[in-house]
């Protein structure tokens, strides 16, 4: 079985301040990863995603994430935040399942931009 | 541009109504997927298929159903409302083979009273 945790449910920021989004998941299998972001009264898009090479992948909107196997994270890093980037942000894990793929959310993390 | 649209933004039901959400996809994926959202406990599945007629359980399935009868159409069927099912719920869809990013729609806001 494969979990995901955010611990952060409300993570408040300055504008251009760095932040970082923390994601721990656990799966017995190898897995891929990926963060959603969620703007208000929308639905989930996908941020980025995490498959095979390079554990450093990138947004093309400044985001970026480290995959690190030994700790099982991924976090969801900024060094500049942008008002606009105020949203709810979902960590997701997917592993291969009796012959189809399960992706698991995590619970969530709402980003607040302060001006 | 890929896009998944779904039949209601709001809705509001009475307790022990029959609810249908309808959910469209115009990618020709083979997967789509539902999903409840509710505050602090994220996204939890509750049924997806991975083929026309085909649908699986997931992981909150009971009091709802589903129903696919054409590959871009996925509907979600509450036979009888009841005011814990009070939920934004959202649809996604995603193609086969490899790891593959699902596409949400914009999600239908359901209020049973």
């Known amino acids: 079985a494969q979990s995901v945790t955010q611990l952060d449910s409300q993570v408040p920021v300055f504008e251009e301040a760095p932040v970082e989004l923390r994601c721990n998941y656990s799966?017995?299998?190898?897995?891929?990863l990926f963060w959603y972001v969620q703007y208000p009264n929308q639905g989930l898009q996908l941020l980025l995603k995490?498959?095979?090479?390079?554990?450093l992948v990138e947004s093309i909107n400044g985001f970026e994430a480290e995959f690190n196997k030994s700790q099982t994270s991924f976090h969801l890093r900024k060094p500049s935040v942008h008002i606009s980037d105020t949203a709810e942000y979902f960590c997701?894990?997917?592993?291969?399942?009796?012959?189809?793929?399960?992706?698991?959310f995590g619970t969530g993390t709402k980003l607040q931009v302060i001006p | 541009d890929v896009k998944v649209t779904q039949s209601s933004r709001y809705l509001v039901k009475r307790t022990g109504e029959k609810v249908f959400l309808e959910c469209v996809q115009d990618m020709d994926h083979e997967n789509m997927f539902w999903y409840r959202q509710d505050p602090g406990l994220g996204l939890r599945l509750i049924y997806f298929s991975y083929d026309v007629k085909m649908k699986e359980k997931g992981d909150i399935p009971e009091g709802y159903s589903v129903s696919r009868e054409k590959k871009e159409r996925f509907s979600l069927i509450l036979e009888s409302a009841s005011t814990n099912q009070t939920s934004m719920y959202l649809c996604?869809?995603?193609?086969?083979?490899?790891?593959?990013?699902?596409?949400f729609g914009p999600g239908t806001r359901l209020t049973v009273t």
């Open positions: 996604a869809s995603g193609g086969s083979g490899g790891a593959y990013e699902q596409y």
């Open positions: 995490y498959l095979s090479g390079s554990t």
């Open positions: 997701a894990v997917s592993d291969r399942s009796g012959g189809y793929q399960k992706v698991t």
């Open positions: 799966s017995s299998v190898s897995v891929y």
